[in-house]
């Protein structure tokens, strides 16, 4: 379903370095917050909803959230 290229979709030129905004995109995708928690959050609760089409859905929207953590 998915096709993974490791090639940016604009290239990218770094001049200089922000080790604040590092910190900070690395919380984004790892924190509590991040990516891959609300990942796991939506697989969790698809195990507590009553019916199928609910549990579909929250099982795209966690698999598009993991998309996201590469």
Do not use: C, F, V
Not at 9 to 34: C, E, F, H, V, W
Not at 51 to 64: M, P, V
């Amino acid at each position: 379903m998915w096709k993974y290229e490791k090639r940016l979709q604009y290239p990218i030129s770094i001049k200089k370095k922000d080790l604040r905004m590092a910190k900070y995109l690395i919380t984004q995708y790892g924190g509590s917050n991040g990516e891959m928690a609300a990942a796991l959050r939506y697989l969790n609760q698809r195990y507590t909803m009553p019916d199928n089409r609910g549990k579909a859905l929250l099982t795209d929207i966690a698999t598009e959230e993991s998309i996201h953590t590469r």
